[in-house]
């Protein structure tokens, strides 16, 4: 460059290699020396310190090629997920090159964290550039709008001197000119902190975090950052094929990258694809990458297999995740048939299996013995014949399914347990003496007698949900702690009577026929409640069912197919009101009924102290 | 502007000052769903006035919204008011233009309201999600800084992607 003036200059080299080797030295080396202007303030921008960091015997035989450089700004794009303690990094490995005077931390608009000072060794090189170091920050900010060499680099000619801020076509100026214009044409999201841009992509799938690099240069490695991979076969892919191939060209880039910044891992991953057998060796290479294998906290795999297609099974290096802490499996195989199966899955918290096959009696021993922090485990559609349960970390306990013979569940810390679907056997909830929540749905081995028995032995019982057990009739529950009792009486065809000797309920809902009746021991408990009522009934039935409830209401939902069913005419009122302390009613119907006052009246008749009627119609009939 | 709120005996109020000088009375357990506030409050203890600087008033009014809405609900953790919150909250950000989406984010982000963080990030993906870029370039009216080609080397590059 023939000219007397100092320059300002932007570099952006934007190649990355696995290990900057020493040929990428030598030809950086040769590229700075090739600059041959003075320069006034340099930019340099690039993926990584490593590029930067010229080996020392390298140093000692060169002369330095920033002689004549007066101010440097280097860019670390990947830099933004490294803690803030991890500056001395790059700070000590350009600290061997040249004086550092400050290091700056970046985000987005260019200084949000106090500049810090660099320590750093005896430079070799002696009058050198001031150089400060931003880390994390946005390439595009201070670019250049066009440029005058041929190669990855670009200049920024700035005939003033000195002053680059004063420059009309410096970006920076340009991005607050932006700011005064019109506000609906601003390009915000760009300029949002990238901590905040990763959380957002958090949410978007990969396949778009991808497509967005051709936005502008802001968003061109950005899906190198996020920590989660999320795939959905069925979205955004014209085939089969051209999903196996993004799978593919997406692990092959982020393994590139991660061996160059191994911070930059996979800590999440989401997967739902039409599964092919053909799949299995791409899926094993993915889930066994270093990418994922010693960083992956959550994990959810989602199937759906057609045919008679085998299906995928888990490779070990997931059974024995070290750091795995959320396993989600939809119609994922647990191991290959015949295989040994060993788990070890110590920070596992919660386990999702939803039609896992191969799981039988000894595997779900195993795999619980193998998850010693397993606080939540959902197993959904299942066969066993004689399943055991046993841990002691676990906390939250769903199980739909299928036991044969009987079900036992010893978990001494067991919070909440829901039953759904156990046909079959009988359930042993011995040692489960925590249990707060108690859910039992569709179950036709539960009767009196053993419910009786099973909540005698839960003293710290609050919720109690029972729904669709058919052999109940006489349903007896004494309950110091609890707050809270739904009974759903569809699948029932007995007339059921419930008695309740629970000083503490606060709440009673229920749901299905008139052939139902409550009675409080304790007394003095005021009840909220909410009363389901399918089917259409004659008033008559419907005051006998109001009556056989007998406690007090402060607040009662009632849900009926039309008003119809609520209005008592004056020949049946000479009974007593059947809701006689209720305070707050609301009516809720399917169908609507014309006759809104006379329901009104009725409605007060069966509720004399009632504070606020709320009737809501539905738009049927 | 500042708000009015029911006081009783035993909530503490505190006064937040923004940026532009609107001062807001909240009740502590409202505003110490903030992270920042809440850290501020154990700290410094007896401090009842606390200075924003970096938060306007309309968007410190704005979470406030939040926050209180989020804040009565918690002392009855009840199924349906989780309901009642998930619309309540959907209704919150549905119409937000991106200027208030923009500034609402960096301030809840500045207070470290986790949640509200979670649900302004969740309404941006939204925006996103399943969209062309070109789609996604006129919503947020980003503008290309590539030299001419350069984004069509991209794209040849990442061909993978757009298949």
């Not at chain 1, 430079?123 to 041929?150: C, D, K, N, Q």
């Not at chain 1, 978990?411 to 859910?439: F, H, K, P, Q, Y």
């Not at chain 1, 009662?556 to 009613?585: D, M, Q, T, W, Y």
Request: hydrophobic share 40%; charged share 25%; aromatic share 8%.
């Amino acid at each position: 460059m023939e000219s007397p003036n100092l320059l300002n200059g932007s570099f952006e080299i934007n190649e990355w290699h696995e290990n900057y080797d020493a040929n990428w030295y030598i030809n950086l080396m040769n590229f700075l020396l090739n600059l041959n202007c003075s320069w006034n303030i340099v930019s340099l921008h690039v993926l990584s310190e490593k590029a930067l960091m010229l080996p020392e015997n390298l140093r000692r035989i060169c002369r330095s090629p920033f002689l004549n450089w007066k101010h440097l700004k280097c860019w670390f794009l990947f830099f933004p997920l490294l803690a803030v303690d991890s500056v001395s990094r790059p700070v000590a490995a350009l600290g061997g090159l040249f004086p550092i005077t400050q290091v700056q931390l970046c985000d987005s608009l260019g200084a949000s964290l106090p500049p810090s000072r660099g320590r750093c060794d005896e430079p070799i090189w002696t009058g050198s550039p001031l150089i400060e170091v931003y880390l994390g920050s946005r390439v595009h900010i201070s670019l250049p709008s066009f440029s005058m060499a041929e190669k990855k680099e670009k200049i920024l000619g700035d005939k003033n001197e000195e002053d680059s801020h004063s420059n009309p076509t410096n970006s920076v100026v340009e991005r607050n000119e932006d700011e005064n214009a019109n506000i609906a044409a601003v390009d915000r999201i760009s300029y949002l902190p990238i901590s905040l841009i990763l959380h957002i992509l958090l949410y978007v799938p990969t396949v778009d975090v991808v497509r967005m690099s051709v936005l502008s240069k802001c968003w061109k490695l950005m899906w190198y950052l996020v920590p989660k991979l999320q795939f959905n076969s069925n979205v955004g892919f014209q085939s089969q094929e051209a999903f196996n191939t993004f799978l593919e060209e997406c692990l092959l880039r982020r393994e590139i990258c991660m061996r160059h910044i191994t911070q930059l891992v996979v800590t999440k991953f989401k997967l739902h694809i039409v599964y092919s057998d053909d799949q299995a060796a791409l899926l094993d290479r993915f889930l066994c990458s270093p990418l994922l294998r010693d960083n992956i906290m959550e994990l959810k795999l989602s199937m759906i297999t057609r045919g008679t297609t085998v299906g995928y099974s888990l490779p070990d290096a997931i059974l024995n995740g070290r750091s795995l802490t959320v396993l989600k499996l939809e119609n994922v195989l647990l191991l290959e048939e015949d295989s040994k199966f060993s788990v070890n899955l110590p920070c596992l918290k919660y386990l999702y299996m939803l039609y896992v096959d191969y799981l039988d009696d000894h595997v779900l021993t195993n795999l619980l013995l193998g998850c010693p922090s397993l606080e939540k485990f959902e197993l959904k559609c299942f066969y066993l014949s004689n399943p055991r349960i046993s841990s002691s970390s676990l906390k939250s306990l769903e199980i739909t399914g299928y036991a044969r013979e009987n079900l036992q569940v010893e978990a001494i810390n067991l919070e909440s347990l829901a039953l759904i679907v156990l046909w079959g056997g009988i359930i042993n909830l011995s040692d489960c003496r925590l249990i707060r929540n108690l859910s039992i749905d569709l179950n036709s081995n539960i009767d009196d007698q053993l419910l009786e028995d099973m909540i005698s032995k839960l003293p710290l019982l609050e919720d109690l949900s029972l729904s669709r057990c058919q052999l109940l009739k006489q349903v007896k529950i004494s309950s110091e702690r609890l707050r809270s009792f739904a009974f759903d009486k569809q699948g029932n065809d007995n007339e059921v009577k419930a008695t309740m000797g629970t000083p503490n309920l606060v709440s009673f809902s229920y749901k299905g026929d008139i052939d139902f009746g409550i009675t409080m021991i304790s007394p003095n408990v005021q009840l909220n409640g909410s009363i389901v009522i399918n089917g259409s009934y004659r008033c008559i039935c419907m005051l006998n069912f109001l009556l056989s409830l007998n406690c007090s209401w402060n607040i009662l939902s009632l849900h009926v197919v039309s008003g119809k069913v609520l209005f008592f005419p004056e020949e049946v009122r000479i009974c007593p009101p059947p809701l006689a302390k209720l305070k707050h009613l609301k009516v809720k119907t399917t169908e609507r009924w014309e006759y809104k006052s006379e329901l009104r009246d009725s409605l007060h008749w069966a509720s004399p102290n009632l504070e606020t009627l709320l009737i809501e119609e539905g738009t049927e009939g | 502007m500042s708000s009015s709120s029911t006081t009783t005996t035993t909530t503490r109020l505190l006064m937040l000052k923004a940026s532009d000088g609107v001062t807001f009375e909240v009740e502590e357990a409202v505003a110490t769903k903030l992270g920042a506030i809440n850290n501020m409050v154990e700290e410094e203890g007896s401090e009842d006035l606390i200075c924003l600087p970096n938060v306007n008033g309309k968007f410190l009014g704005m979470v406030l919204e939040w926050c209180k809405k989020h804040a009565n609900n918690n002392t009855n953790s009840d199924k349906g008011n989780d309901e009642v919150n998930k619309w309540w909250d959907k209704e919150f950000v549905m119409d937000l233009d991106q200027n208030t989406l923009y500034h609402l984010l960096m301030a809840a982000d500045y207070l470290s309201g986790t949640e509200l963080v979670d649900l302004l990030t969740e309404k941006v993906a939204s925006m996103i999600r399943g969209k062309k870029v070109e789609e996604i370039r006129e919503t947020f009216k980003i503008k290309s800084d590539f030299l001419p080609g350069q984004e069509e080397e991209i794209r040849k590059k990442n061909s993978w992607a757009f298949e």
